[in-house]
């Protein structure tokens, strides 16, 4: 039946009605479901006064899906019964002659709206078993409205201008207008979260005088990635199981020549007050190129490219992607962005580090902070950086930093008074916390409801 026939039928039984109808009742007589009535209501009650509706609650009980083949098939210890075969089971097998399927009666019962002969124990252990559950639901009582008609006239929605030139507009009834309507939302783009924190990060470090380095170079080679930072040709993040390597272009050719000869020397030999590792350099592994790990393979370039000229004391941030050959689970994908602070200055020092994290933490609303030692193979001392988790109420790690070694530094060429301190941190971990999201998944992926997207709020971090 049309929603137009259910709202004449429901007026026509309104005025043959003793009082008012039933919503639910009157669907039920015409075998529609509840909601086409409610829909029905709905038009009636939009066309002005020609009905009146009282929303009322009630409870019953309804079968799960479990519970409504139970009662069309028999329960499952019944089915099992009637599976023995015809020609028997000796009765040491089987110690029952007959049975008497009394969850399926009483699963019947309900199915034909008799729940209520049920004793309250009965209900709550077909509840407990799944069977059967108790659901609130919501009718209408409706009665004559005020401008009450069996006949139901359309109307008008606007006035046109052949209404006002010919009169007709006085014979018309109009829709009233509902000025409190919300307007359609424009169809736009939308912010992914990711990159609303990426922006408060971003606007931090512009507030602390940094400069934004150039990361669009998603693959790299492993000499700025691994040899530059000072990090051995034989150590496990060079391994395949925690990189990705490129099969075409496998190799890079072009390297400053100058710098890779000592880059080589203070891996094999050492140097600058340093023995170094002692081995083999070959060319072959620093040719190698893969996607990038960290964005520390940046901040090597652009260090380089710093001591080619006058020295100056410079403030360098990146925030982009790196990849990693992980074991996905729900805080871990092949792929994350890295959040790095590099600062390159004459005589810096530890406590200078330890400063700018001070100042840098405090920004994003972070004050309790502790440092514990670390080994990294190219910053030395390390120091990973802790916080304290008022939600989690204990310690949880932050972020990694350092003071970059002599062995990476003077090979490029930069002044021996000069330090360079870094740290470095995920995106994706602060945006998780921020947005109460547990599984990264539902963060980045092919699984991302992109309503979470259209609905996420300005991130606004609590400084």
């Known amino acids: 039946m049309a929603d137009a026939g259910v709202a004449e039928t429901l007026l026509r039984r309104i005025e043959k009605a003793d009082g008012g109808v039933d919503s639910l009742e009157v669907a039920s007589s015409l075998g529609v479901d509840h909601q ?11 066309l002005g006064d020609l009905i009146s509706a009282e929303q009322r609650s009630s409870k019953r009980w309804e079968l799960s899906e479990e519970g409504t083949e139970i009662a069309e098939q028999g329960s499952h210890e019944a089915r099992v019964f009637g599976s023995i075969p015809l020609d028997g089971l000796a009765q040491s097998e089987l110690m029952v002659d007959s049975i008497q399927d009394q969850v399926r009666e009483k699963l019947v019962l309900v199915q034909k709206g008799s729940s209520s002969q049920l004793e309250e124990k009965d209900r709550n252990e077909l509840k407990k078993r799944k069977l059967l559950s108790e659901v609130t639901v919501k009718s209408y009582w409706i009665t004559k409205g005020s401008s009450f008609s069996t006949t139901i006239t359309k109307q008008e929605t606007e006035l046109t201008p052949d209404m006002i030139a010919n009169g007709s507009w006085k014979e018309k009834k109009f829709k009233p207008y509902n000025f409190e309507a919300m307007g359609v939302a424009p ?6 979260p990711l990159m609303k924190v990426r922006t408060q990060f971003r606007q931090i470090f512009l507030e602390m005088g940094f400069t934004e380095m150039p990361t669009n170079n998603f693959i790299e080679s492993s000499f700025w990635n691994f040899d530059s930072l000072f990090q051995p040709q034989q150590h496990p993040a060079r391994d395949a199981h925690d990189t990705f390597f490129l099969s075409d ?6 390297f400053p020549q100058d710098y890779l000869e000592r880059v080589k020397k203070v891996h094999s030999e050492g140097g600058f007050g340093s023995q170094g590792y002692k081995y083999d350099w070959k060319i072959e592994e620093a040719q190698k190129n893969i996607l990038r790990t960290h964005t520390t393979a940046v901040s090597a370039r652009m260090l380089y490219k710093l001591a080619q000229q006058k020295f100056t004391p410079v ?3 990146s925030i982009d992607r790196v990849f990693r050959n992980e074991t996905l689970d729900a805080t871990h994908l092949a792929e994350f962005h890295q959040i790095e602070g590099v600062v390159a200055d004459y005589g810096l020092t530890l406590g200078d580090l330890i400063g700018i994290l001070h100042q840098f933490f405090t920004k994003l609303g972070i004050t ?7 080994y990294n193979p190219y910053t030395e001392p390390s120091m990973e950086v802790f916080s304290y988790h008022e939600g989690l109420q204990k310690w949880v790690e932050v972020g990694n930093s350092g003071v970059f070694r002599p062995e990476m530094l003077l090979p490029m060429g930069l002044p ?6 870094a740290w470095g941190l995920s995106l994706e971990r602060p945006t998780m916390i921020k947005y109460g999201i547990n599984n990264i998944r539902e963060l980045v ?3 991302v409801n992109l309503q979470m997207v259209y609905d996420s709020p300005m991130c606004r971090l609590e400084s």
């Open 36 to 46: 086409v009535v409610v829909g029905a209501v709905k038009s009636l009650q939009a």
């Open 249 to 254: 272009p496998a190799l890079a050719h072009e």
């Open 416 to 421: 021996e008074d000069v330090s360079v301190i």
């Open 445 to 447: 992926g092919h699984k």
């Open 315 to 317: 403030k360098y941030f």
């Open 187 to 192: 169809d736009c783009g939308h912010l992914h």
């Open 368 to 374: 309790k902070l502790r440092f514990k030692p670390a």
